[in-house]
């Protein structure tokens, strides 16, 4: 895959899209277009130097969120609490990742809304902490309930936290 292999190139310098697309072989609009799906994913960035893009590899977002005093002071408390789940969603509210203990609780369902898999709704839930993260753009705490494989409902805490451009979000979940 092209995206791998610009990946590949772009751990080693950063490089303009011509010069990957030399370096690999590989017409210069169908790597333009590779990169620009790279950087909506967040995983390559550029900065303009003249008339050129400058590709490289993006910073880690959790990596740039620790180095920031408050967040990564509220992020570290977060991880280093008892933690029953956290996950990763987007915009859309679909999970993107999930740790092993979630998963173990409610089953590996990345790529479904954060509703269906944690709450078995078919609608976004009425004290949604993602839609309100996304509407306050900063953390944001509720209360709510939670369905494992079984469909028992537990109670559980939920805290988001906003990254990436308020485009993505931790969600970290506390059994109460």
Do not use: H, Q
């Amino acid at each position: 895959m092209i995206e791998e292999r610009i990946i590949a190139l772009l751990k080693e310098n950063s490089y303009s899209a011509s010069d990957i697309s030399r370096k690999l072989k590989k017409d210069r609009r169908t790597v333009s277009k590779s990169l620009e799906k790279l950087n909506e994913n967040g995983i390559v960035e550029y900065r303009n130097v003249g008339m050129a893009k400058l590709w490289s590899l993006s910073e880690s977002p959790i990596r740039n969120l620790l180095k920031d005093k408050k967040m990564g002071s509220y992020i570290k408390d977060l991880l280093n609490s008892p933690i029953d789940g956290i996950s990763v969603i987007d915009e859309d509210k679909k999970v993107i990742w999930m740790n092993e203990k979630l998963k173990s609780k409610i089953g590996n369902s990345k790529g479904k809304f954060c509703y269906e898999i944690l709450a078995k709704n078919d609608k976004v839930c009425p004290n949604c902490t993602a839609f309100k993260t996304l509407e306050i753009k900063k953390s944001f705490k509720s209360k709510g309930t939670l369905r494992d494989r079984k469909g028992n409902k537990s109670n559980f805490e939920f805290i988001t936290v906003p990254l990436k451009d308020n485009k993505i979000f931790i969600e970290v979940i506390r059994n109460i």
